[in-house]
């Protein structure tokens, strides 16, 4: 570990050394303490090391905006990847973000990520299917979070699809795994490209996506046997990645586990464009919105509702407050007024943001269906699972566990925000993330 400046900063990047984080998508910091959930690595990980007990995600509490605040230490009114998807007012069209089907990262992120400035500091950096992370020239060894394999190997450093190759790692194999729903296939491969990046390349930053645990609790529910059964199985992957990162790097590497969110099971959805329906914001033929002034985009246990008619704007933002106010299932009508509070953009800065933001109850998620005239449908005996909610809830946090050189052993810190993870990275590396909206995490680290 490099020696600390009189700041505490370390000297000088440090370039024999690797910091890597995985983000197990979905993996809720309710898991940890669950004597359900098998996950003796990463619990090994938080014996040997340090552990957040809870970790506040940025609302809404879904893969893109958090992931890239995980990276970039700010939240999305700053870092610009405020969903994942937003509408084209223009356009009167959704433009999806997830999974990387049309940006560029330079394109959509707006502050500099740890893996830019690692880089301009002259350390090596990769990136195993990181969200909004697609085309960045940062990155020196990387394959983007997006499904067809034409995205996949266009954007992939092609050296590596030759090494891989070799490697008998099934690149090939990104978009079948993706239409057939086969995660754990996905999660295995990426495990496998980030080992061989570590073992042949020795980054000095690399960063690990891994994604079913997350499907599995949207399908199933959370803390239900398929995803305990789903959270063994993405310690296993710790655990690869771990016995690597010993053989390649001993007494040098410092492991982060961490996720985006947490999740809330619901058995009852929220007919949003129902109510829109009813208050004749909007206008439908059968079961489609054709028009009116008001449109909706779903983010799970939030939805953001946008204001098209731009000279009566602040008259039906009143008019949806009073309309959703009450609304069971509803947890919070949020206006532009309180979104400072959030972390989230001035819509009157950035026309990609919403107008009004709609949180739900555990128990509920939104839907944008226009079948019947219920607003709440009836309980179902199926539980799923979403996320997206109020990152205020318990239940939205995250959890974050560190290891290696640089933390600190036995270290407990009860909670944080995830802007202090790209800043804490930073100091591990030596290097310095300036104009973050967290602190580094001096309690875990050793220095």
Known sequence: FPLSSPGGRAAEPAADRIVVMISVDGLAHFYFDDPKAEMPTIRKLAA??????????SLPTVTWPNHTTLVTGVHPAKHGVIGNSYLDRSQRKVIPLLPDPLFNKDEIVKSPTVYDVAKKAGLKTAAIIWPASRGAETLDWTVPDVFSNELFQKYAKPSL????????????????????????????????????????????????HLVELDHVEHAKGPQTPEAYEMVKFQDDRVKEVWEELQRSFPGKATLIVTSDHGFFPYQQQVQINVVLRREKLVTTTGSKVTGGSVRTVGQGGATFLYVLDDANRAAIVERLVKAFEGVEGISKVITAKDYPAYGLADPAKNPQMADVVLTCKSGYSFSDSLGGDLV???K???????HGYDPNEPGMHACLVAWGAGIKKGAVVEKIENTSVAPTIAELLGFEMEGVDGPVVREILSN
């Open 48 to 57: 040997e090391g340090a552990r957040v007990k809870m970790m506040k995600a």
């Open 161 to 208: 699809l030759a090494e891989w190759k070799e490697a008998g790692i099934p690149y090939e194999k990104q978009e079948e795994y993706c239409k057939e729903k086969k995660g754990q296939e996905r999660d295995i491969m990426y495990t496998q490209m980030l080992n061989h990046i570590v073992r042949k390349h020795r980054p000095n930053l690399a960063l690990l």
């Open 376 to 378: 709440v449908t009836p």
């Open 380 to 386: 179902s005996e199926e539980v799923k699972g979403t």
